[in-house]
């Protein structure tokens, strides 16, 4: 543990109120602040936000679950910023009190993948980068630890809002990889299935990056206007519409030149790889963990008998600080509105209500925005 005095911030203050998960359950504890390794900042958090994948954790779906671990439990999050509180002996380029975030997977930038340019498989594991609320503590606390800050803190613009910049550090950084990694041409026809938050950060991408048409696809009727908001040019639901049908009569026959699958369904992506076109790409954004089929069905004739040219792309979060920081100077220049996603708000105090209301669809959360100030 490193001592940290002066310049590099004041370590005297000892607790912080956490969310904590354990047991299945998780609740307001009051926990130890954390101490910032020599390539650490600690953050005090002033906002933050929750995804399912807090969900997860919460159920205990993810690794901690295990041992010593699920006795102290883990403090829940990955998406929050807030000011630096602490600096670690060997971090450079931050002050006291800079205003700060940094993206959910936060990688270490020095292993084989992360210099193979595959950060979020930091460590040689799926996912591996991922570690905040998995497998150490995470954000959804009064102060909270960014591990490796050079390689992940970015100061935020004074411009950028709070609800821009927690979008930018999950939802975004997530849902337009799928996008970014396709590398469409200006005019394109893209085509997203599934619209929670990363499906629609998918949508808004899209249509950044020069699509002429997006087409949405839900499962029920829903969220339209939301939609349209961010981009999209024709919404779908799978209740009212022959989905396949109208795709491939709005192209022609041909198909789009990129379908993004963020719908999470093992149903779902067979019908991307028929609704892409030859030559096109087919990008998922789903993470299919938990499904019940230990396989996905790939249709042959519809992918062209293998000699179709029809890339598939998987991708997890594009993450770094260069990338964040070009994500917030996106959002600095205001190109659509992030409360857009922000559906309701709420202090840390509530956050397990928030919880709560995150997992019930009647209440219509899309994202939280907790306050801490
Ligand atoms: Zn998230
Ligand atoms: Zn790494």
Not at 16 to 34: C, K, N, Q
Not at 128 to 147: K, P
Not at 198 to 218: C, E, H, P, S
Not at 311 to 326: A, Y
Request: hydrophobic share 40%; aromatic share 6%; with cysteine.
């Amino acid at each position: 543990m490193t001592e940290v005095v002066g310049d590099r911030g004041d370590v005297s203050r000892r607790d912080m109120r956490a969310f904590v998960a354990r047991g299945g359950g998780a609740r307001i504890e009051t926990r130890e602040l954390p101490q910032p390794g020599p390539n650490d900042v600690i953050v005090r958090t002033t906002a933050a936000s929750m995804c399912s994948a807090d969900i997860a954790t919460v159920k205990g779906d993810f690794d901690f679950a295990t041992g010593s671990v699920d006795q102290r439990g883990i403090v829940v999050g990955h998406e929050a910023i807030g000011t630096v509180h602490a600096i670690g002996e060997l971090v450079e380029g931050f002050e006291i009190g800079d205003r700060v975030g940094a993206a959910s997977t936060s990688p270490c930038g020095q292993c084989t993948n992360c210099q193979r340019g595959f950060k979020g498989h930091c460590g040689g594991t799926i996912w591996g980068g991922y570690t905040a609320g998995v497998s150490r503590d995470g954000y959804l606390a009064e102060f909270y630890r960014v591990t490796d800050a050079r390689e992940n803190l970015v100061r935020i613009p004074d411009g950028v809002s709070d609800a821009a910049a927690l979008l930018a550090i999950d939802t975004l950084a997530s849902g337009s990889s799928g996008v970014e990694a396709a590398n469409i041409a200006l005019g394109s026809t893209v085509v997203v299935i599934g619209q929670g938050h990363v499906g629609l950060a998918a949508t808004v991408t899209a249509k950044l990056q020069g699509a002429a048409r997006v087409i949405v696809v839900k499962n029920r009727p829903g969220g339209e206007d939301r939609a349209r908001a961010l981009g999209a040019t024709v919404t779908l639901n799978h209740t009212d519409d022959d989905v396949r049908a109208e795709v491939l009569r709005l192209t022609d026959g041909a198909g789009a030149d990129l379908v993004v699958e963020a719908s999470g369904s093992t149903q779902a992506f067979p019908l991307a790889i028929e609704l892409t076109r030859l030559g096109g790409t087919t990008s998922v954004l789903s993470s299919y963990d938990g499904a019940a089929e230990s396989s996905l069905s790939l249709p042959i004739e519809q992918w062209g008998w293998g000699l179709g040219d029809k890339t598939i792309l998987s991708t997890f979060q594009l993450c770094g600080s260069e990338r964040i920081s070009r994500l917030l100077r996106l959002l600095e220049s205001e190109p659509f509105d992030p409360n857009v996603f922000f559906t309701h708000t709420y202090s840390f105090d509530e956050v397990g209500r928030a919880l709560t209301e995150l997992g019930d669809s009647s209440v219509g959360v899309l994202k939280p925005l907790i306050q801490f100030r």
